[in-house]
């Protein structure tokens, strides 16, 4: 297995069509004919066996307020593995290497929403308790709808820089993934 880095613009039409296959298999029930949910991450870890992609997670750096302060968060997007190669560590090596990338750059905490909780857990990840607001988008013909507040069971972080967590407000400033 090899993982590789890739720019979002410069995924390939073969790549695409891969990723949209995986994506749809992994979460069948929010990816329509395309390869992002909300919005597309600014660059992919893609797992690869020989040529076929085994596994991808999107990256979407960017800063968020949280009570009031800025913070640079590496946000991290549908993490996901084939279903024949799961167990095999493919999705533990993409966490890795995101880890490395945050602790590698100017990067205060990595940001994630999970439906396994125990997954992220065991490589350092917490849950957290924020209200957040965000940019809402309407899938089906993808406008702005407007702006969403809530707090998510889901919602989980890991510091990579000196900044300390806080509850309280939390301002995706842009879309949720």
């Known amino acids: 297995m090899r993982i ?3 720019l979002e613009m410069t995924l390939s039409e073969s790549m695409d069509m891969e990723l949209i296959e995986l994506l749809q298999h992994a979460f069948p029930s929010i990816y329509p004919n395309r390869r992002y949910f909300k919005q597309l991450p600014h660059l992919r870890l893609i797992a690869y066996e020989d040529q076929r992609i085994i596994g991808q997670v999107g990256l979407d750096f960017r800063v968020m307020n949280m009570d009031g302060a800025p913070i640079h968060v590496l946000g991290i997007i549908d993490l996901c593995v084939r279903e024949e190669v799961r167990g095999r560590g493919v999705g533990r090596a993409l966490m890795e290497k995101v880890i490395a990338l945050g602790e590698e750059y100017p990067i205060d905490f990595l940001l994630l929403f999970a439906d396994r909780l125990d997954l992220y857990e065991r490589i350092g990840f917490q849950k957290v308790s ?14 702005t709808r407007g702006i969403g507040e ?6 989980m972080v890991r510091s990579v820089g000196d900044k300390r967590w ?8 842009g879309y949720l993934y």
């Open 150 to 155: 809530a707090s998510f069971e889901e919602l």
């Open 130 to 143: 924020n209200t957040c607001t965000w940019l809402q988008i309407n899938d089906e013909n993808q406008t």
């Open 4 to 6: 590789e880095q890739h």
């Open 166 to 173: 806080t509850d309280g407000k939390l301002d995706l400033l």
